[in-house]
């Protein structure tokens, strides 16, 4: 059976970009007769907003996607994420670095706009230094493959263009990749919808769901939402949140962005109408075929 999620931070409100992405996940859901959960990424304690998760979840209400399960929370699965930490110290998937931020520098190389860690601490850790983070030991080469609903096959060598990723901290919090490998492998997610903005972050997913002997889910990567600037919408570049006031009007704006032919008698209806129709006419050929410059 179809499992999708919706992932939001909870580090403020939801803006048209995110917006976007609950949207197209629900849709492709429920066009595929699946379930739709959430899970709410709060591991990251310094980015958290207190009460953002609450009026996340409300905005997520007003725009008629009602999800399938109790959100789950991150913050709430650390024993579980932590038993996974021995497990792959055992089987040398994982091994500890002690480069703190300038050493790690001296370690990299600057490779298209991102720090590519050498792999020096898989070689030159010592019983008395100081764990500073657990790293991924990738395979050389790591070529690895994914199949992205709209744009086909995509391949890349995670050992040339991301290097040994950390995958858990110091004190035992593990990454974002990891973190959502194992709620995904949970939670049965078999297919993931989001902006494609994390392209990458679902190769080195799926590297890491190989090594985990995890299922890799289908992708589809929808196109990003940007502002004037032609930066993508998000919390860092201070994009607003939606109107709340008029969720309908956010609803077909969204659809439209994502090309879904929303015939014009629709819009006098309501959004229960209107997401019915989108639901039962997802049509994930329009979204790329129209979207070439993303
Ligand atoms: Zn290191």
């Not at 209400?61 to 789950?72: F, K, M, T, V, Y």
């Not at 994914?146 to 060598?157: K, S």
């Amino acid at each position: 059976m179809y499992v999708g999620r919706f992932a939001p931070t909870p580090s403020g409100s939801l803006h048209f970009g995110s917006v976007v992405t609950a949207i197209g996940s629900y849709c492709d859901a429920k066009f595929n007769d699946g379930r739709w959960i959430i899970r709410i990424d709060d591991l990251d304690e310094e980015r958290n907003i207190d009460g953002a998760d609450t009026d996340i979840l409300r905005t997520l209400e007003s725009l008629g996607l009602h999800w399938d399960a109790q959100p789950i929370y991150q913050s709430r699965q650390k024993k579980y994420y932590g038993e996974w930490l021995h497990a792959l110290s055992r089987k040398d998937d994982v091994y500890p670095c002690s480069c703190s931020r300038k050493t790690l520098r001296e370690h990299s190389v600057f490779k298209d706009g991102d720090w590519i860690y050498s792999g020096h601490c898989k070689f030159h850790f010592t019983e008395n230094q100081t764990i500073r983070n657990h790293r991924f030991n990738l395979r050389q080469p790591c070529t690895i493959t994914i199949n992205d609903i709209g744009q086909g096959l995509i391949a890349e060598d995670l050992y040339v263009t991301s290097g040994d990723f950390v995958v858990f901290k110091a004190d035992g919090t593990p990454s974002y990749h990891l973190a959502s490998v194992l709620d995904d492998h949970r939670l049965g997610i078999t297919h993931v919808v989001r902006g494609r903005d994390l392209l990458r972050s679902s190769l080195r997913q799926a590297e890491l769901q190989r090594a985990l002997g995890q299922m890799t889910p289908s992708f589809l990567h929808l196109p990003l939402v940007k502002n004037e600037a032609g930066q993508k919408l998000s919390k860092q570049n201070k994009a607003g949140p939606i109107n709340a006031k008029a969720p309908k009007k956010v609803l077909i704006d969204a659809l439209r962005f994502l090309h879904q032919n929303l015939p014009p008698e629709l819009l006098s209806s309501s959004i229960e109408e209107i997401l019915i129709w989108a639901s039962k006419h997802w049509d994930t050929s329009a979204i790329n075929s129209r979207q070439a410059d993303n």
